[in-house]
């Protein structure tokens, strides 16, 4: 751990950049399209000569950014994407109920058509209705209050007390064209100069490193416990608080994801409350990313919010800075396309919601689709509605699935040599952990690439499977990983796991000592 | 103009946040729902006591950043928007095409569905299929490339260049979720610090200085000729730049929108091929905002886009860096809500590309709704589809009707006492200059307001109007404007004239001299 210590976000961000510029073997990797930009006349052209803005004239915060999860690796394969967590992308079907609301709420004119009935489930068309009612003019194309439709948010708040058992008030909720704003926004906010820290879990979400880099700020990391199942310590957040402090940091505020990202931990209760009592009694905002809170697939683990188990504690609005994130892109739904999310803003004062409120209103406001997306994941059909059994056959139908994938996946990369993979309680993701052999290490550092990324794109090129290599989410230095998603649909994941167990046979011993 | 020299982004922004103090007279307006935040028990104890995080201890950035479209005074009426150009909200019907085929691609299980055929036209159906096809897996809920859908790119591209007559690369189309984040990407890219300036209109649409503000740039103001008709003159650019070079402000870009928001210009060809010249002499980024290119009233205008301009005069690639941006909020379509729009990005770079590919990607991708809407706008139904006859219906009946109504505004407040008005040619906004009694400008400082955020204001409260004080947008010190858009219903605008006229002239009674 002594590499990784506080202000380590530039090595952090070094590592990743060198990553960057290690794997860029192809030049027309930036533009994913069947028509590389090398192909076009502009691009061609303007390879060969000086433009007008250049690399050494833009702000070096855009370049310090690095985003790992699309970076070249994914521009090279057309095969089997195991790295990205687009459900639909996979094959995934969206749920009908959600998809019946939105078509109807896209074009109302039909709503009282004979033939509607025909086509739509009776509770989908009531509900576009009552969506609908809650729109002033009925107007789906017309921008709506910047934190989103005030009854859209009544229902998300109504969905979060039945979640949590506390009350929640669709003021403190903020609608956003999926989670990813709602975190630049909050990054924004919080952020003034490179002195001010953000505490992110090791491994992490790259959106978390790349929103503080590009807002100036400093990655403050805290390593998750890959020994107890990617646990996080209390004591690693204080160590690693004080040593920032030491430095001159100020800490600003903690993310946590939970379930995790790219880690599978959902964590339990105790933990939770003693991270509250930590950002309590330093002064910290919570920024809580719970995008997973429906995928939870091991019996002895539930979800449970941080609203929940603050208030819980007797915790209320003066006492603890919380910021939820959630996201209509997870869950069983996995709407990623539609970009809806929201995030709900408890414990900041009016004067400064109110800001919060302002930067939310100079992008007028999220796209409605992806509202009434929010409303419906938070408010799915109940028992007795016409809907309410496929709607349930369809959920499980994923979740279960979704389950048995982890569970096939984890078993099978724990049988690889060297390779070690906690379980996916939760989220979408498996991060195993392989020792490779001094030899490989060597032919990669020959190939000018990290470890675990020369593994990855020898993996892809001899099985067309895309992992993302640890490095993109940081790790503990000397340790090699990679992300893999249990989105592949089922059936195909017994082809994943021979490919894998062939190719893992092979470069073992092509290295081995 | 003495007091708008150049570093006076600080006063607009002074001026803009004294407004916003001013204007400050209900302690609920920042949360404009039914339930004030004063009424909610998270908001109502929070006013009352110390908060983690305080206006002291977040970015001054965001502090600094105002945006006046959405300020205060909407939050008081309920009654007649004239404020934003939110045609929907109106009572705007959206064209049925396009929310056919949005619906459609929402809930493609109906595609092959027999009932179909009765609801929806037949072209709609074969759009749907056709973008259905340009999406992997046929998914509408994944994530797509972060710059959009390759084949809605295709068509955007072929849209433009039916448009402009010069060829246009797919991949110079980046998707994104209506056009401000876009302009707030291209800020993000241009400003390294508070020494790097844009050149931006006074009067401007507010977006533009919001974002500046939030990425801690200079706006350099040029202003634009109210006496010829808002016009745009190069003399003007050249003597703001000479004097923010000597200020030591490194200038970037040049915002042109075009035509004008607030100001309803449409910008003679030669007058744009003498801003593409000046942009070229002096190394500046022209920045496009051409969304209302849909949006001319006058026979005697047409829109040319500026990358029709600079080919034309024989600039490519390397002569010029030029980013265009559009919208599917604006025009005769008016899908605000749908979030929908994008910059078409020439003259960079591979490498600085990539840069802008890197931070799109950050946020995976714009929504998936929006970018068909986008599609579609640039590639709506031709002569001999099914739909096209009703299609071009929708579309002259409004922009017919638009140009009545803005004939209308503009003779109605050219009547009135002290006001001129300068015709609106494009776009969707009047911006009147009114002369206010020296006694109106006391009370209204009495009062702690700008002159004309208090005529406003009394205009408001006296007929339930709502119109943007000038102050928001900037003017030539010692004048004062509002912007009134043209988007109210046509049977409602007799209405509004009388209420205005009558209005207005009882004020100017009540201060004339």
Request: charge should be neutral; glycine fraction near 8%.
């Amino acid at each position: 751990m002594r590499r990784f210590v506080i202000g380590s976000a530039r090595n952090l961000i070094e590592s990743s950049r060198q990553k960057y510029q290690f794997e860029r073997f192809s030049s027309s990797y930036r533009f994913l399209s069947s028509s590389p930009a090398a192909d076009s006349p502009s691009s061609s052209s303007s390879s060969t000569m000086a433009h007008l803005v250049s690399l050494s004239t833009i702000n070096p915060k855009v370049i310090e950014c690095e985003y790992a999860v699309r970076g070249e690796i994914v521009t090279l394969a057309q095969i089997l994407y195991c790295n990205i967590g687009n459900p639909q992308s996979l094959g995934q079907q969206p749920i009908t109920f959600f998809r019946e609301v939105l078509a109807l709420c896209d074009h109302p004119a039909i709503l009282d058509k004979s033939e509607t009935q025909g086509l739509f489930s009776a509770d989908s068309i009531e509900r576009a209705w009552q969506i609908l009612d809650q729109i002033p003019g009925r107007a789906t194309g017309a921008y709506s209050h910047s934190q989103g439709i005030k009854g859209l948010r009544d229902t998300i708040a109504a969905g979060i007390e039945v979640r949590d058992g506390f009350p929640a008030d669709p003021n403190d909720i903020f609608l956003t064209d999926g989670a990813s704003p709602a975190v630049h926004m909050m990054m924004q906010l919080l952020i003034r100069s490179e002195k001010d820290g953000i505490l992110c879990p090791i491994p992490q979400y790259p959106l978390y490193s790349a929103s503080i880099a590009l807002h100036g700020g400093t990655l403050v990391p805290y390593y998750l416990d890959e020994a107890t199942g990617w646990g996080l310590e209390v004591s690693e957040l204080k160590k690693q608080l004080e040593t920032s402090r030491s430095k001159g940091i100020t800490v600003r505020a903690l993310v946590v994801i939970n379930p995790g990202n790219p880690t599978g931990q959902v964590l339990a209760e105790e933990n939770q409350k003693a991270i509250v009592e930590f950002c309590k009694q330093e002064g910290l905002v919570l920024l809580a990313d719970e995008v997973y809170q429906e995928n939870v697939y091991v019996p002895e683990k539930k979800f449970h919010s941080f609203k929940k188990v603050s208030r819980s504690m007797g915790y209320g609005e003066k006492d603890i800075a919380l910021v939820s994130f959630q996201s209509v892109s997870k869950g069983y739904y996995g709407e990623c396309g539609k970009r809806g999310g929201y995030m709900e803003v408890t414990g900041f004062g009016v004067d400064v919601r109110e800001q919060i409120y302002k930067v939310a209103s100079v992008n007028l406001c999220s796209n409605i689709s992806g509202q009434i997306l929010a409303s419906l994941v938070m408010s799915p059909p109940k028992v007795g509605d016409e809907s309410y059994e496929s709607y349930s056959a369809e959920r499980d139908g994923i979740l279960s699935s979704l389950a048995r994938r982890a569970k096939t996946l984890e078993d099978a990369f724990n049988k690889l040599e060297g390779v070690t993979c906690n379980k996916a309680e939760g989220a979408m993701y498996l991060f195993p952990r392989i020792d490779l052999p001094e030899k490989a290490i060597k032919a990669a550092e020959a190939a000018k690439k990290a470890p675990d990324a020369y593994y990855c794109q020898r993996l892809l090129a001899a099985t067309g499977i895309v992992l993302v290599p640890g490095s993109g989410f940081g790790q503990v230095p000397g340790t090699w990983h990679f992300r893999c998603t249990i989105l592949p649909q089922e059936e195909k994941i017994p082809a994943i796991v021979t490919r894998l167990t062939d190719f893992h046979k092979s470069f073992m011993d092509e290295f081995r000592g």
